[in-house]
């Protein structure tokens, strides 16, 4: 696959501003040397729109709804509602404690085909459940966006799914110096 000047320097800027050399603990235990840092990402406008606009190319014709995980999923969703004028849910891991109590926020989603958006897709399980979750309450999702995949069977496990999983960067795009353990 040949990569644009364009998109490399979005993937160099990226890497530069997102892609942490640090120590870094996952959610089940897993320590990393490096992580992808998507609050940095999010934090710089340009970079942000730039990224947005990017992602926006992957999003296929017949979406109806982009569907945003918290946290890292959030910003990148309404930047991405911006640049491609459709309109945004965002989803919560689990149902709201309090107030509204919902778990799904935003846009009405009943019968509009849906795409999930995430910063980093590892294994693909918490894109999975958010799918279902999403497909329970009556939003089609055959697909999902990412910023950066990591080859760690979310997309094989998404696919037996039927969610297609599209990424702008995956692991091997981005500099020897941030490739490593991104997470």
């Not at 997102?18 to 990402?41: H, I, K, N």
């Not at 999930?116 to 055959?142: E, F």
């Not at 297609?164 to 490739?179: K, M, Q, R, V």
Request: aromatic share 4%; proline share 6%.
């Amino acid at each position: 696959m040949t990569t644009s000047p364009m998109r490399a320097g979005l993937t160099a800027r990226l890497a530069k501003t997102a892609c942490v050399t640090a120590p870094f603990q996952l959610a089940d235990g897993a320590r990393l040397d490096s992580y992808f840092d998507e609050y940095r990402l999010a934090a710089d406008p340009a970079l942000l729109h730039d990224t947005a606009a990017a992602l926006a190319a992957l999003v296929p014709a017949d979406a109806q709804l982009l569907a945003g995980i918290e946290l890292g999923g959030v910003p990148l969703v309404v930047a991405l509602s911006a640049a491609t004028g459709l309109p945004a849910v965002f989803l919560r891991r689990r149902p709201k404690g309090y107030g509204s109590r919902r778990q799904i926020e935003g846009a009405a989603h009943a019968g509009r085909r849906t795409v999930l958006v995430d910063d980093v897709v590892r294994s693909g399980g918490q894109l999975l459940k958010m799918a279902r979750t999403l497909r329970i309450a009556g939003a089609p999702v055959t697909d999902a966006l990412c910023v950066l995949e990591r080859p760690l069977g979310g997309r094989l496990l998404l696919a037996e799914h039927r969610v297609t999983l599209h990424s702008l960067l995956t692991e091997a795009d981005l500099p020897p110096s941030h490739s490593g353990d991104a997470a």
